[in-house]
């Protein structure tokens, strides 16, 4: 059976093995548009944690402060029974309903459904602390929030420029494009202050100092300004608000940027060079949105704007997106969007056609309002999300979730978070079940189904439309008419075909099965692409801890830490020679890292492949959040994982 790999944005296409109702073996899909036929380590193996022993096998409830196996049938109960307790005593907006970027579409869609049918908006995914910022400025600046160009476009560009992203730890399949790029004489421009093993790859690596970016960017676009390095034509025929963005970045000079980002002069002018060519992609990971956040989006936007890098084919924007579906769930739970559009009268009385009810207007609570304490949350359905160990300053995470009244967490594991449940439902995984998702490059593909779920674990659609039926409601839990549903209820996705969407040869991509967008005019509703002028703080905070991705490991560690072989593994501090030697610590030493959230003792690493002034560590460590202080971006509320002031000590 085909299915799609349940870990990256990627989205690679696999062939699943089965004997006797289990996965033995997966092989790549050839005629998968964007994989060829490419899986990397963890996708060759993600099989194997459908068989781990401890695997969740049935429903669990809390009885005198211990979990104990419980029916289906009382599950559902009580949790829809203390649901409208809880809403009988508090308000309808007291529960909230988070998670599903490891879920399907239609597992999404039916999740923010079954909250709205309960009377509250209080919806979110964890596209919330990932690529939200990005979503955002996109959706602001050309339209739709997602990236313009596809993956495999990558080799028709004259130049790349990746910020904020290790392709070969976070999206190995890509490489292949890198490679092909490279071949045909493409440059690439990485922007990290790291040494990842991509940046062997760079033609150009400008280690910059974390959070500076916008002096990076907003500088060039001032030189390029400068230098009459930029496209008029493109700019008065395809964008607005030129002239006011202009403006505010002719404060941004060359020298500036020097004494904020820690660059050569000579690296940013070299920069401006390459990005003033004619086919240029602008592309970004976690270092640009958890670390300037949305501010620091819009400010890299404005670049292929300026430059007239948008609507053709190897020139535009690629934004590298977590999890397997998180593209889709960022389109489709959100608590202050409906899956179709804005949230208003209109749109809701929309869907109350679609739906048979109609959903609250008022803006629900994101999951940072939620854990951070601004809004009164006493109950929480939790679906594939693990945020005792994924969101930052976990002290405050767990003090929230114990004062919670009712806790409700469906995975497939006991998790961390699974852990501090009233109830726990075991769900089926990738592989027990159907289903599609929307990888990085907007393309969407269904998984089929090629073994049954353990024990008496369910799919989520089949889970949360009993969940709706207890409530009342008449849920589909069919992921065909589901699919045909969603596509009623999200307009991004109405264009896309059944049967496409199950053929891995057909660039089945929303929202117009377009490879690159805008060719011929900007999403926005004027039709034309927003420059948007953004300003900088400057940052002197000491040393910074930043964290991030390494290949073999994945995201909170759950899963990938299942499958046999893969459970060893010692994280490291890694820290610069001359950070060192004024710390007074030696490799291997074991240190202390300390926040003001909280401290870690960790081995250190010296390496160059840091800089100076910041230490780097694996985010995939279960108690890293620990350290990381919860800061969080002003538009979007995205944590800043990239940027916490710390001291290391021997
Ligand atoms: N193997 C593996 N693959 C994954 C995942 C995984 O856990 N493991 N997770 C998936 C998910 S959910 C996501 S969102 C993606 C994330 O994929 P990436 O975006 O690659 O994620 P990170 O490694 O967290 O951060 C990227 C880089 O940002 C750099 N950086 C930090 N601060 C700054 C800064 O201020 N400016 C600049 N320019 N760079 C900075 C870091 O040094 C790091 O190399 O990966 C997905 N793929
Ligand atoms: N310090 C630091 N922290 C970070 C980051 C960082 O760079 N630094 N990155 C952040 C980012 S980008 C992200 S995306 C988050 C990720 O944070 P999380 O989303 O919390 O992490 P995952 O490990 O992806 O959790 C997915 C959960 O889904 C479950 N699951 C998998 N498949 C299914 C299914 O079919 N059904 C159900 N019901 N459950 C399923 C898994 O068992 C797992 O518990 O972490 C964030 N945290
Ligand atoms: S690149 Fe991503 S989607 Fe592809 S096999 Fe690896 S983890 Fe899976
Ligand atoms: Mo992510």
Same mark, same amino acid.
């Given at each position: ?24 073996? !997966? ?29 969740? #096998? ?31 005593? #508090? ?11 490891? /879920? ?39 339209? !739709? ?31 292949? +494009? ?7 004489? %493409? ?13 062997? =790859? ?20 001032? #030189? ?8 008029? *034509? ?69 670049? &292929? ?30 608590? *202050? ?32 309002? %939620? ?12 679906? $594939?999300? /693990? ?21 409700? !967490? ?15 439902? &075991? ?12 990888? @990085? ?46 596509? %009623? ?14 053929? +891995? ?9 377009? @490879? ?5 005019? =900007? ?27 390494? !290949? ?12 046999? $072989? ?9 820290? /610069? ?47 890293? /959040?620990?350290?990381?202080? &919860? ?20």
């Amino acid at each position: 059976m085909k299915s799609i790999c349940p870990f990256c944005g990627v989205g690679c296409g696999l062939e699943l093995m089965a004997v006797n109702n289990i996965v033995v073996g !997966v092989k790549p899909v050839p005629e998968h548009v964007v994989s060829r036929g490419h899986l990397c380590g963890k996708g060759s193996v993600a099989h194997e944690a459908l068989t781990a022993w401890d695997r969740l #096998y049935y429903p669990l409830k809390k009885v005198k402060g211990e979990l104990e196996r419980t029916s289906w049938e009382d599950s559902i109960k009580y949790t829809i029974e203390s649901i409208k307790n809880i809403q009988k005593k #508090y308000g309808k907006d007291s529960v909230a309903f988070y998670g599903g970027c490891q /879920n399907s579409l239609e597992e999404v869609y039916l999740l923010q459904k079954l909250a709205r049918a309960l009377g509250t908006n209080n919806v979110d995914s964890c596209a919330r602390v990932c690529h939200d910022p990005s979503a955002k400025a996109l959706k602001e600046i050309v339209g !739709v929030g997602a990236g313009s160009n596809s993956a495999t476009e990558i080799p028709k560009a004259k130049v790349v420029v990746v910020a904020g992203e290790s392709v070969t730890d976070s999206h190995p399949v890509l490489i292949q +494009y890198f490679l092909e790029a490279k071949e045909k004489g %493409t440059k690439i421009i990485l922007i990290d202050p790291r040494n990842t093993r991509f940046a062997s =790859f760079a033609d150009l690596h400008l280690k910059i100092k974390p959070r500076s970016d916008i002096f990076l960017f907003n500088a060039v676009a001032n #030189y390029l300004i400068q230098n009459n390095m930029i496209k008029p *034509d493109f700019i008065a025929a395809r964008t607005e608000g030129y002239e006011k963005y202009k403006e505010n970045v002719s404060k941004y000079t060359l020298e500036l940027a020097v004494e904020q980002t820690g660059l050569a002069e000579k690296d940013i002018i070299e920069f401006a060079k390459y990005i003033s060519e004619d086919k240029v992609i602008f592309s970004w990971g976690l270092g640009l949105t958890e670390s300037t956040g949305t501010k620091g989006i819009k400010s890299y936007l404005s670049l &292929p704007l300026l430059t007239g890098n948008m609507g053709k084919e190897g020139a535009g924007v690629i934004v590298y997106r977590g999890q397997t579906n998180v593209q889709g769930s960022g389109d489709l739970i959100k608590p *202050d969007v409906f899956p179709n559009g804005e949230m208003n009268e209109a749109n809701s009385e929309a869907l109350s056609r679609i739906w048979g009810f109609k959903p609250p207007v008022n803006k629900g609570s994101s999951i940072i309002d %939620t854990f951070y304490g601004s809004k009164n949350i006493k109950a929480l359905f939790i679906m $594939g999300y /693990n945020p005792v160990r994924s969101l930052p300053n976990r002290k405050k995470v767990k003090e929230f979730l114990g004062s919670l009244e009712l806790l409700v !967490v469906q995975d497939i594991f006991m998790t961390d978070t699974a852990r501090y449940a009233d109830i726990v439902l &075991p769900a089926a995984a990738w592989a027990e079940k159907e289903g599609s998702v929307a990888s @990085l490059d907007r393309l969407v593909k269904w998984r089929f189904k090629a073994v049954d779920p353990p024990g008496m674990a369910r799919p989520d659609y089949e889970i949360l439309s009993d969940l709706a039926k207890a409530a009342g409601y008449n849920f589909n839990s069919n992921p065909k008419e589901l699919f045909e549903e969603l596509k %009623t209820a999200a307009p991004l996705y109405s264009h896309l075909n059944i049967d496409d969407v199950m053929d +891995y040869s057909k660039d089945s991509r929303y929202p117009n099965g377009e @490879l690159h967008l805008y060719g011929e005019k =900007f999403s926005t509703k004027s039709g034309k692409a927003q420059f948007i002028p953004v300003d900088s703080e400057k940052h002197n905070d000491g040393l910074i801890l930043v964290t991030g991705r390494t !290949v073999t490991r994945y995201n909170s560690d759950e899963v990938i830490n299942r499958v046999p $072989g893969m459970q060893e593994y010692n994280p490291t501090l890694w820290v /610069n020679p001359s950070d060192a030697k004024n710390l007074g610590i030696e490799n291997e030493d074991m240190v202390k890292l300390a926040s003001k959230s909280g401290e870690l003792d960790i081995i250190a690493k010296i390496t160059d492949d840091v800089i100076p002034g910041v230490v780097f560590t694996y985010m995939h460590n279960p108690k890293i /959040n620990d350290i990381v202080s &919860p800061e969080f971006d002003d538009e979007t509320k995205t944590p800043k994982y990239k940027y916490t002031p710390v001291t290391v000590t021997k």
